[in-house]
């Protein structure tokens, strides 16, 4: 049995340091000594390599014909959309994509009700149709 790989996290050995009052810098002193855990960026990144891959795999066996046709489809879906102040479920892309199959964190966690995005009807309107 071989022994098992262990992640050591890392360190930065020299911080920058700002002098006086400036903006503020890209890099906080938190973010310079917080860990990163390896598969973060892998996890951010899931569902656009498994799209990908949906996409090759497809390719690889109906022809070139059917990922392009997949992807229009998609593109249209994203397209439509409700007034600006409305939120849209996404029902249509999750059918498409297949994301409507499975339950994960946001659908049973992230309910509309509980959304700090609900604005004021009138006045999103008013901005987006430039009457301000």
């Known amino acids: ?3 098992s790989v262990k ?3 890392q360190m930065c050995d020299t911080f920058t340091v700002t002098t006086g009052h400036k903006a503020p810098l890209d890099e906080s002193c938190a973010e310079q000594i917080g860990f990163v855990h390896p598969l973060k960026q892998s996890e951010e990144n899931f569902e656009t390599h498994q799209h990908a ?3 090759n795999m497809l390719r690889q066996r109906e022809g070139l014909h059917a990922p ?3 992807s229009m489809e998609i593109q249209a879906v994203k397209k439509t959309g409700r007034l600006p102040f409305l939120q ?3 029902a249509s892309l999750d ?3 297949g ?3 499975c339950l994960d964190f946001s659908d049973y966690l992230n309910s509309p009700e509980y959304h700090e995005l609900l604005r004021q009807p009138h006045a999103v309107m ?3 149709l430039g009457l301000l």
């Open 7 to 9: 992640v050591m996290p």
């Open 53 to 55: 891959l949906n996409m």
């Open 88 to 90: 849209s479920s996404n």
């Open 99 to 101: 994301r409507d199959l």
């Open 95 to 97: 059918a498409l994509t």
């Open 126 to 128: 008013e901005k987006s």
């Open 1 to 3: 049995m071989e022994p």
């Open 68 to 70: 392009l046709k997949m």
